[in-house]
């Protein structure tokens, strides 16, 4: 069955760029009309999705983050990738992959990597 | 603040059935289908109901879910332990453009 997996350091120093990629294995990344999607947890808190993209580069991202934001799909490698640029200790947090499943009418998470903790401290 | 309001917490017996609500908006739940997901402690989410009241294969239909204009529902009945979790409802937002999750709510098998 389809598996994600996170990857990238664990810990950034403020100011400087976050950068995880996502590695999909047990199906490919091209094809169907599916979006590979980054959403995050600080610690003790809630999710917030950060953005998402198809593999054609069709891209939607958080509008509270969207100035920082860069996210990539390599379809040679089927992974796909996060840059967080200019961070904060607010940008703390657990970063999950995830698949952008069912179609234009109804979509939903699924499945969902197993997350990366990622410390924003000097 | 997230834009769906879900209560923080819900409790309840084993065997019991307990339902936790998720509030939105025209913009959001009253336009767009609605998804709930399980976080148990320590663990990535994973989905639980889709398109309102889908569900994926080998979760027990003791789960259930709903949606009536800007608010949706999930019920869970004959509950178990291992239900004590962290769920999230989760919709698209026409006005933000992109997906929004509500601030969860801590299940807490008594």
């Known amino acids: 069955q389809l598996q994600l997996q996170e990857s990238g350091p664990g810990l950034v120093k403020p100011s400087e760029t976050l950068s995880l990629t996502c590695t999909v294995s047990g199906g490919s990344i091209s094809g169907n009309d599916y979006y590979w999607a980054w959403i995050r947890q600080p610690p003790g808190k809630g999710l917030e999705w950060i953005g998402q993209?198809?593999?054609?580069?069709?891209?939607y991202s958080n509008p509270s983050l969207k100035s920082r934001i860069t996210i990539s799909v390599d379809t040679s490698k089927n992974q796909f990738s996060l840059q967080l640029s200019s961070v904060t200790a607010a940008d703390t947090a657990i970063y999950y992959c995830?698949?952008?499943?069912?179609?234009?009418?109804?979509?939903?998470?699924?499945?969902w990597g197993q997350g990366t903790l990622v410390t924003v401290s000097s | 603040q997230s834009v769906l309001t879900q209560p923080p917490s819900a409790s309840g017996t084993p065997g019991q059935r307990v339902t936790i609500s998720c509030s939105g908006s025209?913009?959001?739940?009253?336009?767009?289908?609605v998804d709930w997901y399980q976080q148990l402690p320590g663990a990535a989410p994973k989905l639980l109901i889709f398109?309102?009241?889908q569900r994926p294969s080998g979760v027990p239909d003791r789960f259930s879910g709903s949606k009536s204009g800007t608010s949706a529902s999930l019920a869970i009945s004959g509950l178990q332990s291992e239900d004590e979790a962290d769920y999230y409802c989760?919709?698209?937002?026409?006005?933000?453009?992109?997906?929004?999750f509500g601030g969860g709510t801590k299940l807490i098998v008594l």
């Open positions: 398109s309102n009241n």
């Open positions: 995830a698949r952008r499943a069912g179609s234009s009418s109804s979509r939903w998470f699924d499945p």
């Open positions: 989760s919709t698209r937002d026409d006005s933000l453009n992109g997906v929004v």
């Open positions: 025209t913009s959001n739940i009253g336009s767009h289908t």
């Open positions: 993209m198809s593999h054609i580069k069709n891209a």
